[in-house]
């Protein structure tokens, strides 16, 4: 009897509708290999949920708060299901990104200056001297994120609106020019480095990366080999450092501007990186040979307890 996988996607962050299209991406792929799968859009019954199912192994299509921050990981170690990607201090740790700020610093990963702050703070005054970036600690997809460039003379008052979702905490950070590069790991092998190229934005933000044509993705990237060769070292040192497992994607700024710094920074490690065929880790899969089928099969193969 074929293998019984539960697709945990949908959720209910602000990140459900990119959470749904992975999932749907992974269930389908994994159907074509001859595993035998549940969808479950992912509620306050979960728990339930997976213990009348009883599968096999639960594949983590979750994006954002409750399901890539160490919650529905923690979940599935008390029903001994054994899962997908990181467990859950290192995705509790990689979702809150001052905190994981800190533990990448202290291993030696280069990461932008910056200090935490609440959005009535960020709202108020300027809380480092522009550019800077604003980005929510613990929020994906670039909700809430706002490049606050020289010259500006206010922060972004949208932070203080009514229907704000995003948490009140506020990473504030020195914007780096240059380069937006990424790099997936799988298990231990960091796969090629793709520099991403905004279409319809200044910078990659959610149009970007989910509007068709919204973004070019150059893999593998043109850079150095040298620059190459770091970036790939640098995804595998933050991947380490954070305790990840599985597959996750580190994005890099680097900055190679005329008469700029030549820095590369780590902006953030996605512990459940976008998981449709054309997404970016899938795309490193695919150049590194591996079909996306192979790519969820080796996942499901690579899922365990006590991760």
């Known amino acids: 009897m074929s293998q019984h996988i539960a697709v945990l996607m949908g959720g209910l962050s602000s990140e459900r509708s990119v959470s749904l299209r992975s999932g ?26 997976l213990t009348a199912l009883k599968p096999d192994v639960a594949l983590n299509a979750l994006h954002g708060p409750g399901g890539e921050d160490g919650c529905i990981q923690g979940l599935l170690e008390t029903l001994r299901i054994p899962y997908t990607h990181s467990g859950v201090l290192a995705s509790a740790l990689a979702a809150h990104k001052d905190k994981a ?37 613990s929020e994906g997809s670039s909700y809430g994120v706002f490049i606050v460039k020289e010259g500006c003379s206010h922060p972004p008052q949208e932070l203080l609106r009514p229907d704000w979702t995003h948490g009140d905490l506020m ?100 512990t459940q990186p976008g998981m449709t065929e054309t997404s970016l880790a899938p795309e490193m899969a695919a150049h590194a040979g591996m079909t996306f089928g192979e790519l969820v099969t080796w996942m499901v193969q690579d899922a365990s307890c006590d991760r």
């Open 171 to 270: 990473l504030a950070e020195r914007y780096v020019a240059g380069r937006e590069l990424t790099c997936a790991v799988l298990g231990d092998r960091p796969l090629g480095v793709t520099e991403i190229k905004s279409v319809s934005s200044e910078w990659y933000d959610f149009d970007s990366k989910y509007t068709p044509g919204g973004s070019i993705h150059e893999l593998p990237a043109k850079i150095k080999e040298n620059i190459y060769l770091k970036i790939q070292d640098l995804a595998l040192k933050a991947h380490k450092a954070l305790g990840c497992r599985g597959i996750s994607r580190t994005d890099f700024r680097y900055d190679d501007t005329p008469g700029g710094s030549g820095e590369i920074v780590v902006l953030e490690v996605n």
């Open 24 to 49: 749907e991406a992974c269930a389908k792929a994994l159907e074509a290999e001859g595993y035998r799968v549940s969808r479950l859009d992912v509620g306050c019954e979960i728990a339930y949920a």
């Open 101 to 137: 700020k800190c533990v990448m610093a202290a291993a030696g990963v280069p990461v932008p200056a910056g200090k935490t702050v609440t959005r009535f703070e960020a709202a108020k005054a300027h809380v480092l001297p522009p550019p800077y970036v604003l980005k929510p600690v």
